[in-house]
């Protein structure tokens, strides 16, 4: 079963952050990396990400057959999404158990959310 | 392994691998040397011909670098000690059958999860490389290495023993052959048949009532294949499908063993949905369909083998047999168990079956809430289109 765990960041927690001694970040940074060791370890890590700052967005919208990108940064947004795991485990609760180590759970928000398959259903 | 010799090979691969692991241990190690082995016969026999014996020159290769090997790792800390007590193993008097069926049990050893013991199942019995494997299950092929490489070592201490049922090991399989059972999927030609790779295992398991239950349903499923989906891909629901698409051959060796295995052996779950499978093959039309029969058949699953899924095709074919009124009455009554209350097929039944009593207003938001609870493609698709 595939997953993504996507990770939001917000302004707040952006500026908690900026806030934190390079101590506290590098606390932070190795929580990553080891949790990226335990799940490359565990043979359930499919890929993951960290997204560039989110000013570098850019969005494009086809209107009436008409083409319109629009670079950032994007004043609204409250949740930004700042990297995101793919893991293939074995089910949802140990998914969410992965998702839980995620740092940003106590700054922003973390979701998982199960991936579309191609399965068949029985009739 | 391509190539004219692969058939033979990969029929050999986890005999040979299951003797020296018995004689020497260490899995990791052993299958390193069968491979190699394998490597050798590869560019040997093509040039010079196909030995009489070819499993007894496989052991005795593989045998031999195993023993290379171990005394190249023990040099480094003992010298050459005891090295010479190790003798290859005499290859002759061992039925492969019983040791194909301790390589089963050790790669769905217990202590591993389910992706992994499909991985390790693939590459050791089943013979298929690590890229073959990561392409068939989407993921990078560093994730399918990690996950044998941490099975290997889970194992590497386990002892080989002949008792245990096979439980374990037939569940893999079917997970092998759900996983290939697939609607249409990105770059087929590069995706190994799985579903033809769970077939071929299992016709390597001994006999017995569930294994033959469980060779006859996926037998039965597969041959549907060919019209389970329409030219542009879309799905098929069972009662539309052409008939006369669905293999003939499959249905036929399926119904067989089915029909043996019930009447030889005690019933069990794998039995049981063959027989529903194969009640549906026997059908020339969806109209003609023995639903009381498929009732029974369900009444008995439910006895042995209960699950949110059984209770729904329960409740569908009662529908099919008492009308829709007592169905949904049954579906009411199946609502309160909390395994079904978060089932996305709650919903799909539900509007199936007011579709039948005519409730069509009634039954459209139920197919929409299904298609949006539904990880499967298709099938949202298809209650997309029924919404």
Redesign the interface.
């Known amino acids: 079963m595939k997953y993504v765990i996507l990770i939001y960041g917000n302004p707040e927690s952006r500026a908690i952050w900026d806030t934190l001694s390079a101590e506290e970040r590098a606390r932070g940074l190795r929580d990553y990396e080891r949790l990226n060791e335990d799940l490359a370890d565990s043979g359930e890590l499919v890929v993951t990400e960290a997204l560039a700052d989110h000013a570098q967005t850019k969005r494009l919208v086809v209107r009436d057959g008409q083409r319109t990108t629009t670079d950032g940064p994007f004043a609204e947004a409250k949740e930004l999404l700042a990297g995101f795991y793919l893991v293939d485990c074995e089910n949802v609760e140990r998914a969410v158990e992965i998702a839980w180590r995620v740092p940003e759970a106590q700054l922003g928000l973390v979701e998982v959310r199960p991936v579309m398959t191609l399965d068949d259903f029985l009739p | 392994m391509t190539g004219p010799l692969e058939p033979l090979l990969r029929d050999l691969a986890p005999r040979v691998l299951a003797i020296l692991v018995r004689h020497h241990g260490d899995f990791a190690a052993c299958e390193d040397a069968v491979q190699e082995a394998l490597l050798a016969a590869a560019t040997q026999w093509p040039e010079q011909g196909v030995p009489d014996n070819p499993k007894a020159w496989l052991v005795t290769v593989a045998s031999r670098r195993r023993v290379e090997a171990w005394r190249q790792d023990t040099a480094r800390t003992r010298r050459e000690h005891t090295a010479f007590t190790l003798t290859p193993p005499d290859p002759d008097p061992v039925p492969g059958v019983d040791d194909t069926l301790t390589l089963f049990r050790l790669c769905c050893h217990p202590a591993l999860?389910?992706?992994?013991q499909v991985?390790l199942t693939l590459r050791a019995v089943g013979g298929l490389t690590t890229a073959e494997i990561a392409r068939a299950?989407l993921?990078?092929e560093?994730?399918?290495a990690?996950?044998?490489s941490?099975a290997k070592q889970r194992v590497k201490g386990a002892t080989f023993t002949p008792s245990g049922d096979l439980d374990a090991v037939r569940h893999v399989l079917y997970l092998i052959f759900?996983e290939g059972?697939?609607?249409?999927?990105g770059d087929r030609l590069h995706r190994v048949d799985l579903t033809a790779e769970a077939i071929r295992l299992t016709r390597l398991l001994p006999h017995d009532g569930e294994t033959d239950g469980l060779l006859a349903l996926m037998l039965l499923t597969d041959a549907r294949r060919p019209a389970?989906t329409t030219p542009d891909g879309a799905?098929v629901?069972?009662?539309d499908q052409d008939r006369t698409l669905w293999n003939a051959d499959a249905i036929a060796e399926g119904t067989a063993l089915v029909h043996h295995a019930l009447s030889t052996h005690p019933v069990g779950p794998y039995q049981l949905q063959a027989a529903i499978a194969a009640v549906h093959a026997e059908a020339p039309t969806a109209a003609d369909t023995d639903w009381p029969q498929v009732l029974t058949l369900y009444d008995l699953l439910h006895a042995i083998a209960p699950g949110p899924?059984v209770t729904l095709?329960r409740i569908?074919a009662q529908a099919m047999v008492d009308g829709p009124d007592p169905a949904l009455k049954a579906l009411d009554q199946a609502e309160h168990d909390p395994a079904l209350k978060a089932h996305h097929?709650l919903h799909a039944v539900r509007a199936h079956l007011l579709d039948l009593a005519g409730r069509h207003d009634e039954a459209r938001p139920h197919y929409a809430r299904a298609a949006t609870l539904?990880?499967?493609?298709?099938?949202?698709r298809y209650l997309h289109s029924r919404a």
């Open positions: 999860t389910p992706p992994s991985a299950f993921v990078p560093a994730t399918i990690q996950r044998i941490r759900t059972h697939t609607a249409s999927s389970r799905l629901p069972l009662t899924m095709n569908v097929r539904t990880r499967s493609l298709p099938e949202r």
